[in-house]
Structure formats: structure tokens, C-alpha cells
């Protein structure tokens, strides 16, 4: 199963590499590929650059997406073209897993209405805000609904994560 991680500019390290650690446990069955809107190289403030490919190209390859968080959220979630992206991209793959306010970019599309979530607790009145009819659990610290695995931050994120592959791979691998 392909493993997509969006990345934008500002993104949370730990929102995009635990996840990624956990998937490359079994990088024969879970290959990871990075992609921005644009394209190229995209760094965050703690000075971490990767190279992404351009999310339009990918459409067709993304079984499972990971959207992570970060600062750049605030940002990117009145990106239009983005969320428009994360939309088409959301609607057909198989998984959708969301880390801290990475959840705020999903919610913006509208398919987490009438579904239950949950996202950062320090910036979780913010993530609402943007998602006003999703069914936000504040004391969670990931919830799965259907295909969409959200969780809180950082490291709520792996043990998302490591959720997800118990129910793949077997609680022994997880």
C-alpha cells in the first residue's frame, strides 16, 4: 500500500517522520513518497528540507494519505487549490490518517462532517472552528471513523499509526 505524505511549508517534524518510521518498518509493503502542491523542496522551522513531488502528478497512486500538522496549517487551510486536492485525493484513497491540526485540512473539505475526530488539544478550539459539523472529541487521542484515522499531536500520531498496522499487520508487528 502506497504511503503518501503531504508536506507543506512549516510542517510538524514529528507529525510527518514517526509516522513514516513506523511505516518504513516494512518499507517492502508500505512505500512512502512525499508531495507538496508544488512540488520541490519544502522545509519547516526547525530547518528540515524534503524533496516532494508535485501532488497534482500523484493522483492516481495514493492509497493511503498522511496529512501531518504544524504551524503552516493556519496557513494552508485557506489554500484553496490545496484543499480542493486533499478533497479529490480524501474521496477515492483507501486511508486517510491525519496527525495534530493536520485535521484542520481535512475538516476544510467537509468529508469529516457528521464523523467523528479529533486533533491537537492545545489548538483544538481553532481546529473546530474549521470544522464546525464534525463530531470533535476533545479527550481522545485518535479516533478512527470508516477510512479517516485523525489523532492529536506528535506523538498521538504513532501510536495512531501503530493502530492502523495493528489492525493490518497484527498486534504482534504493531
Not at 16 to 28: C, I, M
Not at 54 to 64: R, Y
Not at 70 to 98: F, P
Not at 99 to 112: H, Y
Amino acid at each position: 500500500m502506497n504511503v503518501t505524505v503531504l508536506l507543506f511549508d512549516d510542517f510538524e517534524t514529528l507529525d510527518v517522520f514517526g509516522p513514516v518510521e513506523l511505516f518504513g518498518r516494512r518499507k517492502d509493503s508500505y512505500p512512502i513518497k512525499f508531495v507538496s502542491l508544488n512540488g520541490g523542496l519544502v522545509s519547516n522551522n526547525h530547518g528540515v528540507s524534503t524533496p516532494t513531488l508535485k501532488l497534482a502528478d500523484c493522483l492516481n497512486d495514493i492509497e493511503l494519505f498522511l496529512i501531518p500538522g504544524g504551524y503552516g496549517t493556519r496557513k494552508e487551510v485557506n489554500n484553496d487549490a490545496l484543499i480542493a486536492l486533499i478533497r479529490q485525493i480524501a474521496s477515492s484513497c483507501q486511508y486517510v490518517l491525519t496527525v495534530c491540526t493536520g485535521t484542520s485540512l481535512l475538516a476544510k473539505t467537509g468529508l469529516l462532517d457528521g464523523k467523528h475526530a479529533t486533533t491537537n488539544k492545545i489548538a483544538f478550539k481553532w481546529v473546530m472552528s474549521v470544522g464546525e459539523k464534525v463530531h470533535w472529541n476533545e479527550k481522545a487521542r485518535w479516533v478512527k471513523d470508516g477510512k479517516y484515522y485523525t489523532s492529536s499531536g506528535v506523538t498521538a500520531g504513532m501510536d495512531m499509526t501503530l493502530g492502523f498496522l495493528a489492525e493490518r499487520e497484527g498486534i504482534e508487528f504493531a
